[in-house]
């Protein structure tokens, strides 16, 4: 079992930044891979980032270049990093682990831990 516990969701202006906290506790040493997930109102949840146990990170296009994931192996704490925000960002984020390597961002089907979501707004 894993648990996530986002942190760092809140307002800003288009063009400003945020940074997601999401710490996990359990059994965090399995091989997984780690993600944010964002679902925004009347759509479906879409993958934005995700990074595997080696390092390695994928972005959604709609991101890449503005957003940043990373984690702290030591701290058993995933980041994301959000810049450049615009409001089509506005949306519930979700941190995620799924078993396996993923080389793009996960899909809501390949989930098997959830954080409880954090909203971030963009106004414009």
């Known amino acids: 079992q894993v648990q996530l516990v986002e942190s760092g969701g809140g307002s800003a202006q288009s063009g400003g930044s945020l940074r997601l906290s999401c710490a996990a506790s359990?059994?965090?040493?399995?091989?997984?891979?780690w993600g944010w997930l964002r679902q925004a109102p009347g759509k479906e949840r879409e993958g934005v980032a995700g990074?595997?146990?080696?390092?390695?990170?994928s972005y959604a296009d709609s991101v890449k270049g503005r957003f940043t994931i990373s984690r702290d192996n030591a701290k058993n704490t995933l980041y994301l990093q959000m810049d450049s925000l615009k409001p089509e960002d506005t949306a519930m984020y979700y941190c995620?682990?799924?078993?396996?390597?993923?080389?793009?961002?996960?899909?809501?089907?390949?989930?098997?831990?959830w954080g409880q979501g954090t909203q971030v707004t963009v106004s414009s």
């Open positions: 995620a682990a799924a078993p396996g390597w993923w080389y793009r961002p996960l899909r809501a089907s390949e989930v098997r831990y």
């Open positions: 359990g059994s965090t040493r399995a091989t997984y891979s």
């Open positions: 990074i595997n146990s080696d390092g390695s990170t």
